[in-house]
């Protein structure tokens, strides 16, 4: 079976050009540059999707840690202060 790596370096390959039915040859290496070009654009979007992922973790647990620090201090301090008045 072939691998998606032989098919590239074949099209890309004298072979290719020199075949007898150039324009199908052509045609097939436009299709896979048109799929190299796909998953390159599926890599950058994964990427993208990675750091964002990761952005929204921190945001959640830093507002996790601030609810409860500020839930914390109302139970805490809000008794003591309202003796004040």
């Known amino acids: 079976m072939l691998t998606a790596r032989q ?3 074949f099209l890309r390959s004298e072979q290719a050009k020199a075949a007898p039915y150039e ?4 045609e097939s290496r436009d299709a896979m540059k048109n799929i190299e070009d796909t998953m390159k654009g599926i890599w950058v979007i ?3 999707q ?3 992922t990761k952005t929204l973790s921190v945001f959640t647990l ?3 840690a601030f ?3 500020t839930f914390c ?5 809000l008794p ?3 003796s004040i008045f």
Do not use: D, E
Request: positive net charge.
């Open 46 to 48: 994964h990427a993208q």
């Open 62 to 64: 830093m507002t996790t």
């Open 7 to 9: 098919l590239f370096g």
């Open 80 to 82: 003591s202060m309202m």
């Open 67 to 69: 609810l409860s620090l």
């Open 73 to 77: 201090t109302l139970v805490c301090c």
């Open 50 to 52: 990675v750091q964002q």
């Open 23 to 26: 324009r199908t040859a052509q």
